[in-house]
């Protein structure tokens, strides 16, 4: 039966409204019982058809059960055959119990060696059994090698479907507060036409309008140049010089996505990220340094890892820098790379990385 309930949450959570569900699980349960009956030869013929021998009651799942052996048959049609049935002797509270079974012949080391096992699950009560009323023929067990010493052991699985079921409740809210889509109206804030930026950027000789607060809110460098002692009363309007219009616009799309543009793929992903990472200490955005250091780093190779170590040095890349010094020092890489004109420049202008990436292939 569900329920609901209301409650208040801080900053409107998902608290405000719940809904109770109860979620039943069936338990299973498994065991098993052998039927030894020794001196076979002297049961069969003198009990008759629809006559039988029950075992002694034995417990699965908190219930008494017993099996009926009938070494004759149960009917005409199965007088030549042993029939067997299994049944419930005591149900408890229940008045139905849900059961599988299967009845076994056990050899003289205890492997079953003929078995039948009920086609579905099967509803028992104190009235009803269910079993195989040709469970196998007398002459094919008489005749079979497994059948030594005037023995019988039959032994019956079950795996049982407790009617004492698991009760577990949980709440699941009404009301979902969905993920943050303030990064989707910022995007669209940029471009829409109707609502003008009050910043214009020229770059390369394309032009961009942005909104001077956000650009403020989302960069210590650009709070200053618009907003500090020192900004400049041309300032609305700013020349961005060393840098392709389509870096810059990238560049404006994470500004106000929290995201890159997902045009970019292989080398031009690559290109873009290089120009991006100068670009974000250029304006003291760490969040987007990290963002392209982490896509270069899939992008070394032995053509490029001399560069991009250089790189990573003059902009204070250290994650980029230590993933460039450990593909370098790797013996299959190195005699590549040095080679290269990245490395020669490399060793011309920064002969610090050298020192660093000797005690890299020292350790």
């Excluded at 200053?224 to 400049?232: C, Q, V």
């Amino acid at each position: 039966m569900a329920s609901s309930s209301v409650g208040t949450g801080r900053d409107g959570d998902s608290t405000a409204a719940t809904t109770t569900t109860t979620i039943f699980r069936p338990e299973i349960v498994t065991g098993s019982h052998i039927l030894d009956i020794q001196g076979y030869s002297k049961t069969k013929g003198l009990i008759g058809v629809g006559n039988h021998v029950c075992s002694c009651a034995f417990a699965v799942g908190g219930h008494s059960w017993c099996i009926w052996y009938f070494p004759d048959g149960m009917n005409e049609s199965s007088e030549d055959c042993i029939s067997v049935r299994l049944r419930l002797v005591d149900p408890g509270d229940d008045s139905e119990v849900m059961a599988e079974y299967t009845f076994s012949l056990l050899d003289q080391d205890s492997e079953p060696w003929h078995s039948s096992k009920s086609s579905m699950v099967r509803f028992f009560d104190s009235e009803w059994m269910w079993g195989f009323d040709c469970f196998i023929e007398r002459e094919g067990l008489e005749s079979s090698p497994h059948f030594q010493g005037d023995r019988l052991r039959i032994r019956c699985d079950i795996t049982m479907v407790a009617n004492k079921i698991i009760a577990e409740t949980t709440t699941k809210p009404l009301l979902v507060v969905p993920p943050s889509d303030l990064h989707q109206h910022l995007g669209d804030l940029l471009r829409n036409a109707k609502v003008r930026g009050d910043v214009k950027f020229k770059v390369g000789g394309k032009k961009f309008r942005a909104h001077r607060n956000i650009l403020a809110v989302r960069s210590s460098v650009f709070m200053a140049e618009l907003y500090g002692k020192m900004k400049e009363k041309k300032a609305a309007r700013i020349r961005i010089k060393d840098m392709e219009p389509t870096v810059f616009e990238a560049f404006l799309h994470f500004i106000y996505n929290d995201s890159l543009p997902e045009d970019d793929k292989g080398d031009s992903r690559m290109a873009m990220a290089q120009h991006l990472l100068v670009v974000a200490d250029r304006y003291n955005m760490e969040r987007l340094k990290l963002i392209c250091q982490v896509i270069l780093q899939d992008y070394i190779d032995t053509d490029n890892a001399a560069t991009m170590m250089v790189l990573a040095e003059q902009h204070g890349c250290h994650g980029l820098k230590q993933a460039c010094l450990r593909f370098i020092a790797s013996p299959c890489n190195m005699k590549v790379i040095m080679a290269t004109e990245g490395f020669e420049y490399l060793t011309r202008s920064f002969p610090s990385l050298l020192k660093e990436l000797a005690d890299n292939i020292a350790v």
